[in-house]
């Protein structure tokens, strides 16, 4: 599991106001999904600090096909449809209606100018010029943003025997504020012999 605590002498300070041992035993540290769900507490302030922010192309996924088993050329049109949503490397789903969801979209926001986009989707069409025996497969690929950085929580009372923790290096994925996906058709020989068959 990656350092949930980097409190150095904050942490050694509050413990000695309060009390509690300056250093936790490895198995009284919460885990990170522990901590994250708490950040679903209105009790709890939760914020998300930034270090990168990454945007590139996802991976291409078939959308659609069209062929042409006629004995003239033809245009077909091929229409597509492809959701994009948001991963984070926690495994707990990390979404807009819950607290560390906003505490994650309000701090890329202020840091980076945009509104975070949890899910997107894009719905288009694509004309093609098929010759006999010809066909065309549609794929696309979405462009999409990573934010990656540390959660900071307070807690109203010693959680786990500290009243701060961090989650650091958390990574959240989700598309691009542009909403821009790459299109790529590529030819391939249908079965027209099926096709008829199955017509």
Known sequence: MRSISKLGVVV??????????????AEDQPSEQELLRACNSRKVFC???PTERITYSGEYKASGRGSNCSNSTVTRTVE????RGTVDSVGVSISAELGMGQAF?????????????W???KTDRVAVELAPG??????TAPLLTKVTGDYELHFP??????YIWYVSDVSVEGPAPENVWDVRVEN???DCAAESAAA
């Open 12 to 25: 050694a300070v509050l413990a000695s106001l309060v009390g509690a041992p300056a250093v936790a035993m």
């Open 80 to 83: 597509w449809s492809n959701t």
């Open 47 to 49: 914020q998300f600090h």
């Open 188 to 190: 391939y020989a249908p």
């Open 134 to 139: 010809q066909g065309a497969e549609v794929w």
């Open 119 to 121: 899910s997107e989707t």
């Open 105 to 117: 979209a309000l701090s890329v926001s202020v840091s980076y100018g945009h509104e975070w986009h």
């Open 157 to 162: 009372k010693p959680f786990h025997g500290h």
